[in-house]
């Protein structure tokens, strides 16, 4: 079983960065393909990016790719997401997610076991 937290969410102005990191307790992080997952208010949850166990294959959302980079470290057990030239319509509570059945980040949330408690992201225009 893994164990997951969030961590660098706040408030920036659009236009603005910020990087997300999910820290993984456990052993065998890198057995895990990760995923981020975001949810508006009043909106159903979704894929934002994921990455494979080894951190060679990354796959995004449309509407973040080219500004969002998923990353990982599998000798910190952690994942990351730099997020950049962030929208107002990005404001949302992320949530990273630990996949042991599928060697890549699947887009699908019901393909994930693990989920962290989510950080929320604030972007004001």
């Known amino acids: 079983q893994v164990q997951l937290v969030e961590s660098g969410g706040g408030l920036v102005q659009a236009g603005g960065s910020l990087r997300l990191s999910c820290a993984a307790s456990?052993?065998?992080?890198?057995?895990?393909?990760m995923g981020w997952f975001r949810q508006a208010p009043g909106k159903e949850r979704e894929f934002v990016a994921g990455i494979s166990r080894g951190g060679v294959v990354t796959n995004y959302a449309d509407n973040v790719k080219g500004r969002f980079t998923i990353s990982r470290d599998n000798t910190k057990n952690t994942v990351y997401l730099q997020m950049n030239r962030l929208k107002s319509e990005d404001t949302a509570v992320y949530y990273c997610a630990a996949s042991t059945g599928t060697p890549y980040g699947s887009r699908n949330s019901r393909d994930y076991d693990y989920w962290g408690q989510g950080t929320q992201v604030t972007v004001s225009s």
């Open positions: 456990g052993r065998s992080f890198s057995g895990y393909a």
